[in-house]
């Protein structure tokens, strides 16, 4: 009789331990998948546009623009067209793309165990197709950091969706920022797809932004970094 627990126990430690390397395999496929095609995206651009709006001040607008991303991994925009609010303009997109240009290239921002602790919580169907899903939670208090969770393609490793939290807020204009952005993968590399944001604001109440990537294409000039004098809307926009 007193062997039928040490049985039990045994049973259920070779679980865990079958769940925990199995988890490992996934993030480790995830961890290569995602560094050999780091530079996949360098030397490109894409069409973003953005909507963003200020429900407390009924405000909103509307701006295009192309996301150039050079050989170097550098982030710039070339604003084609704005319509709408100046406040939308200056206030939230500007602000917006200057906290992304800042965290750009910055190694302690990825995905990966050594900045978050990953717990697996199964596998799901995303767009059709299996997916892993893990819980995400920042070792860190650190601006650019969230605590959510990520989904990752089984087939590929690559990530297909991302939601959550930011631990700690990039500018002091904003007192919380939650949002949900998801991937297409395309010839082997996660694209972007759309990202949606709720920022609660310490001066214009509640922003909801709606950005959508589209068209990508390989950079014509040199290194891609052509429109880096129209990084901020503020000073191209029409």
């Known amino acids: ?112 165990p050594a900045n978050y602790k990953f717990k697996y919580k199964g596998e799901w169907p995303f767009d059709g197709k299996g997916a892993y899903l893990f819980s995400l939670s920042p070792r860190k208090k650190r601006v650019g950091l969230f605590k959510g969770e990520i989904w990752i393609d089984a087939a590929t490793g690559l990530p297909v969706y991302e939601k ?23 010839n082997g590399v996660a694209v972007p797809r759309y990202m949606t944001s709720t920022i609660d604001t310490r001066v214009i109440g509640r922003v909801e932004l709606n950005i959508n990537y589209s068209n990508l294409m390989q950079n014509s000039g040199a290194d891609g970094d052509q429109a880096e004098s129209a990084a901020l809307p503020g000073a191209a926009a029409k």
Do not use: C, W
Not at 165 to 185: C, E, H, L, M, T
């Open 1 to 112: 009789v007193l062997v039928l627990p040490g049985i039990g126990f045994g049973a259920a430690d070779d679980e865990k331990s079958q769940a925990k390397a199995a988890s490992a395999a996934i993030i480790s496929k995830y961890l290569q998948a995602t560094q050999s095609h780091d530079g996949a995206l360098r030397g490109v651009s894409m069409q973003v546009d953005i909507e963003a709006s200020v429900p407390k001040l009924k405000e909103r607008g509307k701006l295009r623009a192309l996301r150039n991303i050079s050989k170097v991994g550098r982030i710039t925009y070339h604003v084609l067209g704005f319509q709408g609010d100046n406040t939308i303009k200056t206030q939230v997109i500007a602000r917006f793309l200057q906290a992304e240009q800042q965290g750009q290239g910055n190694d302690t921002l990825g995905i990966t």
């Open 164 to 186: 959550g939290r930011f631990v700690k807020n990039p500018s002091v204009f904003f007192k919380r920022v939650v949002f949900d952005r998801a991937f297409a993968i395309q």
